[in-house]
């Protein structure tokens, strides 16, 4: 089955660096991708990784070992826009999301 | 066009009434999804098309229905809704293949509300 465990919430200081942790058991795996949902917004597509190494995009960073079941997004340089939920999510069709992790910056 | 749209944005209905939810994306993706989100829940898989069929229903009760008429568009009708079924309804679709399979776009999604 697909299952995904993430921290629940997350809090970090502006300017600073985080790192959110996603551990997954599946059957099948096909890349693991992160996801942001501000409160009262719809989920924004972050970052995919189909094979291990980093994915970089700007702040935000993406890492996947597929020998170890993990992965995690680093946030860079952290902002108060940054807090939101995120999402570490899984599947082919069948789209599962982790339960999220609620981040807060705080100044 | 890189976007998905949903309307209506908000509906609220009663037990009794029917209604539906409209998603439409120009993208040429060939998977749409409908994902149901509680309040400070992730969002929850309801059905996914392929194009065009229906793939996975993830033994959603009757009351809800999908239709997708061509592969543009996804419908999910709404008929003798309970309170409990309250929630934001979220579309999205994806180009479809292995890869990027988890690759989503969502729409701003339609909040319903049930009395």
């Known amino acids: 089955g697909q299952s995904l465990e993430q921290p629940s919430e997350v809090t970090a200081v502006e300017g600073a660096i985080v790192q959110i942790n996603c551990t997954y058991q599946?059957?099948?795996?096909?890349?693991l991708s992160w996801y942001q949902q501000h409160d009262g917004g719809a989920p924004t597509f972050l970052s995919y990784?189909?094979?291990?190494g980093l994915e970089e995009t700007g702040r935000f960073s993406s890492f996947l070992s597929r020998s170890d079941s993990y992965g995690y997004l680093l946030l860079q340089e952290l902002q108060m826009k940054d807090s939101a939920s995120y999402f570490c999510?899984?599947?082919?069709?069948?789209?599962?999301f982790g339960i999220g992790t609620k981040l807060q910056v705080i100044p | 066009d890189t976007e998905v749209t949903q309307t209506p944005k908000h509906l609220v209905m009663g037990m009794t009434n029917k209604k539906s939810l409209k998603c439409e994306q120009h993208?040429?993706?060939?998977?749409m999804y409908w994902y149901k989100q509680k309040a400070k829940k992730p969002p929850e898989l309801m059905f996914v098309?392929?194009?065009?069929?229906?793939?996975i229903n993830e033994s959603v009760p009757s009351r809800f229905s999908p239709e997708c008429p061509n592969s543009s568009l996804l419908n999910l009708h709404l008929h003798a809704l309970q309170p409990e079924d309250s929630a934001l309804y979220l579309c999205?679709?994806?180009?479809?293949?292995?890869?990027?399979?988890?690759?989503?776009?969502f729409g701003a999604g339609s909040r319903l509300t049930v009395l």
């Open positions: 999205a679709s994806s180009q479809g293949g292995l890869a990027g399979a988890n690759v989503l776009t």
């Open positions: 993208m040429g993706h060939r998977a």
């Open positions: 098309y392929s194009y065009e069929k229906l793939s």
């Open positions: 999510v899984q599947g082919y069709q069948k789209v599962t």
């Open positions: 990784n189909g094979l291990d």
């Open positions: 599946t059957s099948g795996f096909y890349g």
